[in-house]
């Protein structure tokens, strides 16, 4: 791999991933509470917000993205979870890019980190600085994107996406898209614990692909086509971006201006429960009843777990190098 633009408390080149040891060092799944309670998230009443990084989405004009054969239901499933490019995926053909929205954000009013007590959805304005924050002050020459909400289906430069696509980070226009309906899905349909931590873990990856389209990993993972199975490049991808999620986690809290104020222990076991629930074998064995190594796109629940865990464990992005000749091994 290539050496990384990173700023002082990065080193120049990428260390290969060690197994540090992850099933001792983060919990495993605990009591299971409601998906509707609050997690032990705690918010900086204090810190200011910069809603200009969230914007509402509108609904698309454009069609329903094509899912055929008989493994369909996977294939939506898979992009469904952390995808990159729904058009890639499910064949959506390109659009121009989203279509403007004449109404105002919904998250203008979230301005200040006590917003969240009254308007809960302002925690994802909190997520998204605080995402933001830690990687425009680790990456030289960080470019700040936006999150885009949706409802039903929106255009964007990847192509025509609905709200079964889920979370997805478009490379073609730098863009986040979430349907917020989606964290229902993942704790109805995919059985995860749910709570802040587990949407904060999902936006974190998804800005993970953001790194990794500015440093060009993803283009070269793309022209190489991806491929399937355990340790394609795709998976590693995946995985790499899993990691970037880790180790915001690890500072998320370090700066007092920080709208997280506090990341628990329980915090932890929602994030690593996600990580656990997307899992490529998770979602093979509850669709399909089998497992099949050879075409996994995203890697296991337990290699989704121990790399969001080498990255919170390190704190270290340069860990994360999930490219390494033995790294998957």
Known sequence: MP???WRVIFHQSLAEARDLGTAAMLPTRTSIRSSRERSGVKYNEGAELDP?????????????????????LIVLLLALLFGLNPGDILGGAPQAGPEPSGNASPFAQCTRGSDINQNRDCRFVAYTNSIQNYWNDTLQGYQKIQVK???GSINTACGNATSAVGPF??????????????????TGQLGAQGGDAAEAYVLAHEFGHHIQNQLGTMQRVQSSGQGTGPTSPGVRLELQADCYAGVWFRHATEDP??????VTKEDLNRAVDAAQAVGDDRIQS??????????WTHGSAAMRRQWLAQGFNTGDPNKCDTFARNALN
């Open 3 to 5: 050496g990384r633009h």
């Open 52 to 72: 200009s990084q969230m914007g509402g989405g509108g609904r698309g004009n454009g069609g329903k993205i094509a899912v055929g054969g008989g493994a369909g």
């Open 149 to 151: 909400t949706f409802s």
């Open 169 to 186: 980070y478009c490379p073609a226009d730098t863009t986040v898209y979430l349907d917020l309906g989606f964290f229902d899905q993942l």
């Open 257 to 262: 201006e920080s709208p997280i104020s506090e």
């Open 286 to 295: 509850k669709m399909q009843g089998q497992v099949r190594p050879e075409t």
